[in-house]
């Protein structure tokens, strides 16, 4: 099974700031999910990568597969941006599709 | 709306009462999961489907059974709920490729 951390587990900033949220997965594999659930609500895919970067409006995200790790910042951050992000990764090997879940990242971002 | 409709948004159970969460999706995806998710933890893959008529166990399935009788629809069973099974459900449906992976709006089950 891959592991995957994710960190900071928790992160507050002011609106307007730079802000990076860092996945490392244990095991090689061929894309990352990021994913966003408000509080309270569904979850949202925002990226799946195999290389490189990728771009969104305000959000990128980046992925070193050698490194196995992957960022997601958002550029100018927003109260509406205050949310879980969620990496993910399939296993190295099997159905490609059962994905494992990082724990994580809690954004608050204040006025 | 396209996507993933999850029935019902919130439900409360007495312990050792049954019953069923309906997962349909209109994109024609080949996979579907249901997911539960814990406060502290990752979502977690409870059973998936790739494909009509089939299932399979995933990393939490004990307590649970699933039935996909048309592509479309994934259904979640609880046959004598526990309050361990107190959790909000998930269920997600991607297409044979891995793109577009799409979740459910989710179920609040509460087990007292």
């Known amino acids: 099974k891959n592991e995957v951390e994710q960190s900071p587990q928790n992160l507050t900033a002011q609106e307007g700031e730079f802000i990076t949220i860092n996945c490392s997965y244990s095991?090689?594999?061929?894309?990352l999910h990021w994913l966003q659930q408000h509080p309270g609500g569904g979850i949202v895919s925002l990226f799946m990568?195999?290389?490189g970067k990728k771009k969104h409006g305000r959000l990128i995200a980046t992925i070193n597969i050698q490194e196995k790790h992957s960022s997601l910042h958002i550029t100018a951050s927003h109260p509406r941006d205050s949310a879980v992000y969620i990496c993910?990764?399939?296993?190295?090997?099997?159905?490609?599709?059962?994905?494992?879940f990082g724990t994580g990242t809690r954004l608050q971002v204040t006025l | 709306n396209a996507g993933v409709t999850q029935t019902p948004k919130f439900r409360v159970l007495k312990t050792g009462q049954s019953m069923t969460l309906l997962c349909a999706q209109d994109m024609n995806h080949e996979y579907m999961y249901w997911y539960r998710q814990d406060p502290g933890m990752g979502l977690r893959l409870i059973h998936y489907?790739?494909?009509?008529?089939?299932?399979a166990k995933g990393e939490v399935p004990d307590g649970y059974n699933v039935s996909r009788l048309k592509k479309q629809n994934f259904l979640l069973g609880l046959e004598s709920a526990a309050p361990s099974q107190t959790s909000v459900y998930f269920c997600a449906s991607s297409d044979r490729v891995n793109y577009g992976y799409t979740f459910g709006s989710g179920t609040r089950l509460t087990v007292v």
């Open positions: 993910a990764v399939p296993p190295a090997t099997g159905t490609a599709s059962k994905l494992t």
């Open positions: 489907s790739v494909g009509e008529g089939t299932t």
């Open positions: 990568l195999s290389s």
């Open positions: 095991v090689g594999i061929s894309a």
